[in-house]
């Protein structure tokens, strides 16, 4: 719930505490934000933009895919690694939370923990409200000041998201964990073609270094492999729920997915990279 993340957030505007009163957070200097009949609030500065958020199509196709376990054994792990880090009144913060699958798994094996869901998406927002009892979530851009106090987390998630290494420093404790997500370089590989989905960025790797490093020393990083075996169904929840849904219209892609077999064997292919505060 929302109150169970109120003191871990700040006014986008001013960067005061805020507080909850008559559905609304505010802050002492009267900035004022409504918090959404859903249990969100909307952190967003007024000249911000949606951009490229998350859809509510996207969000029912992740809901579909995430909800029929494919991605199980990312959760498991990320569960086992955020663990350690994690007590009763700790926060996991999930920058680029989507529909709050993986901060939920993490928070179920999370002693107590509360989970903090931020992304610029309120359609999927509303999903994670409900993912989990102990999720509080917020509609913010990634790209620009977060409206969290300084060290406000000891865990934060970031899952095939954007990320803002200056501003994942402040909020994180600085006996935190950093645990990124991204894709591996055979991701999808057997739909890229057929499908004509976009391809993983070959120095992928290298920019997450290039965007973290100054901030943050990796202490470890591994490869996964799931084999899957989807449906054409499937296939398209998989497609829809990712950045391809951008370049793709829902008619192009059934059409091509009805070229192929009725049963598609595809590799999930994930690096998840462990990361800590650097000292000043």
């Known amino acids: 719930m929302l109150e169970d ?60 895919f995430l909800g029929a376990g494919h991605y199980a054994e990312l959760c498991a792990r990320l569960a086992a690694l955020a663990a350690p880090y994690l ?86 404790r600085a006996e935190g964990l950093l645990l990124v997500v991204t894709p591996g370089a055979d991701h999808l590989g057997e739909l890229v073609g057929p499908l004509g989905l976009l391809s993983v960025d070959e120095r992928k790797s290298d920019r997450v270094a290039e965007t973290l490093g100054d901030h943050f020393a990796e202490i470890a990083s591994a490869s996964h492999r799931i084999p899957m075996i989807l449906t054409r169904s499937e296939a398209a929840a998989l497609v829809g729920m990712g950045p391809s849904a951008h370049h793709i219209t829902p008619s192009e892609l059934a059409d091509r997915l009805a070229a192929l077999p009725s049963s598609l064997r595809v590799t999930g292919s994930f690096v998840i990279s462990s990361l800590v505060p650097r000292r000043p």
């Open 5 to 64: 993340v109120i003191d871990r957030l700040t006014c986008p505007v001013c960067s005061s505490a805020v507080s909850v009163a008559d559905c609304c957070v505010r802050c002492p200097n009267g900035h004022s934000f409504d918090i959404a009949r859903q249990g969100y609030v909307n952190l967003l500065p007024g000249d911000a933009r949606a951009g490229t958020a998350d859809t509510a199509e996207m969000v029912r196709a992740r809901s579909e």
């Open 87 to 172: 007590s009763t009144g700790s926060c996991v913060l999930d920058a680029g939370a989507g529909t709050g699958h993986y901060l939920a798994a993490v928070l179920d094996a999370g002693a107590g923990a509360v989970g903090l869901a931020l992304d610029v998406s309120k359609h999927a927002l509303r999903q994670a409200v409900r993912r989990h009892p102990r999720i509080g979530a917020a509609v913010c851009d990634l790209w620009r000041p977060l409206p969290v106090r300084d060290a406000a987390a000891e865990v934060i998630l970031n899952v095939f998201a954007p990320r803002n290494g200056p501003e994942f420093h402040r909020v994180l």
